[in-house]
């Protein structure tokens, strides 16, 4: 399959999705010239929690109390997911892009690892809350991407990050596993212009990965699929459970 012909997925859940976040999706498509395949996960975890004897529901406007039963549970999902696909279909309009829109249940992260070949990157949107979201998003003036040297989507990822951060006018910050690798973003640095920054990391220690995103806090973190990062599916848990950043993987 040819490449340009791929689709970008991007992946709902509960947490919920900001508007901005869609828009990014939607423009990046659109620049790539790729449609896109929206999923809704309905958090089969959730449904589980929710059918224990001890389990209680605290609103996060009022701390109300209340019971929550997976029958329940799953009708919120349905309507969440009905919102969510009114949205992006308008947003996707606006740009001209195709989209496809499904549900499904299980758990994000194992529809990130067990990507389909349609699809070469994976749009995992940060927790949203309408309490703050998109005025934190507008206040992040970065964007953040891993390059690791034998990660095959590396370059791909790279790329996208450089033209991501030129279009948002955001500085580019690139984590890099080796001298080699370092040097040949430098070389594409020179090549593109602009300020960006590159540093070593060891991807081995996800603390200390954790702690630097932390630092930058970007809009959007970028990284190759199938390195060190994504490989392990408690890694990759771990960073979206961590972050308040839109995670996007490239194949």
Same mark, same amino acid.
């Given at each position: 399959?040819?490449?340009?012909?791929?689709?970008?997925?991007?992946?709902?859940?509960?947490?919920?999705?900001?508007?901005?976040?869609?828009?990014?999706?939607?423009?990046?498509?659109?620049?790539?010239?790729?449609?896109?395949?929206?999923?809704?996960?309905?958090?089969?975890?959730?449904?589980?929690?929710?059918?224990?004897?001890?389990?209680?529901?605290?609103?996060?406007?009022?701390?109300?109390?209340?019971?929550?039963?997976?029958?329940?549970?799953?009708?919120?999902?349905?309507?969440?997911?009905?919102?969510?696909?009114?949205?992006?279909?308008?947003?996707?309009?606006?740009?001209?892009?195709?989209?496809?829109?499904?549900?499904?249940?299980?758990?994000?992260?194992?529809?990130?690892?067990?990507?389909?070949?349609?699809?070469?990157?994976?749009?995992?949107?940060?927790? *949203?809350?309408?309490?703050?979201?998109?005025?934190?998003? %507008?206040? $992040?003036?970065? /964007?953040?991407? +891993? &390059? =690791?040297? #034998?990660?095959?989507?590396?370059?791909?990822?790279?790329?996208?990050?450089?033209?991501?951060?030129?279009?948002?006018? *955001?500085?580019?910050?690139?984590?890099?596993?080796?001298? %080699?690798? $370092?040097?040949? /973003?430098?070389? +594409? &640095? =020179?090549? #593109?212009?602009?300020?960006?920054?590159?540093?070593?990391?060891?991807?081995?220690?996800?603390?200390?990965?954790?702690?630097?995103?932390?630092?930058?806090?970007?809009?959007?973190?970028?990284?190759?699929?199938?390195?060190?990062?994504?490989?392990?599916?408690?890694?990759?848990?771990?960073?979206?459970?961590?972050?308040?950043?839109?995670?996007?993987?490239?194949?």
């Amino acid at each position: 399959m040819n490449s340009n012909n791929k689709k970008l997925l991007i992946v709902f859940d509960a947490t919920g999705c900001a508007p901005v976040t869609m828009h990014t999706a939607t423009e990046l498509a659109s620049r790539l010239h790729t449609g896109i395949k929206a999923l809704y996960v309905e958090d089969i975890n959730l449904l589980k929690a929710v059918d224990l004897p001890f389990t209680r529901e605290v609103s996060l406007y009022t701390a109300t109390v209340s019971s929550v039963d997976s029958a329940s549970m799953k009708q919120r999902f349905q309507t969440d997911a009905e919102t969510i696909k009114k949205q992006i279909e308008e947003i996707a309009i606006t740009h001209s892009v195709s989209l496809s829109f499904s549900s499904m249940s299980g758990h994000k992260t194992q529809v990130v690892r067990n990507g389909t070949e349609e699809v070469n990157m994976v749009l995992i949107p940060a927790v *949203y809350s309408s309490m703050g979201r998109e005025k934190q998003y %507008h206040l $992040k003036h970065e /964007v953040v991407v +891993v &390059f =690791e040297e #034998h990660a095959p989507s590396s370059d791909r990822a790279l790329d996208i990050a450089l033209s991501q951060a030129a279009k948002m006018k *955001y500085q580019l910050f690139v984590m890099a596993d080796s001298e %080699h690798a $370092k040097n040949r /973003v430098e070389q +594409v &640095f =020179e090549r #593109h212009g602009g300020y960006h920054v590159c540093q070593l990391v060891d991807f081995s220690r996800l603390d200390e990965v954790i702690s630097l995103l932390h630092k930058h806090a970007p809009a959007l973190f970028v990284l190759p699929d199938g390195g060190c990062l994504t490989r392990d599916e408690k890694k990759l848990q771990q960073m979206i459970d961590s972050l308040e950043s839109d995670i996007l993987l490239v194949r």
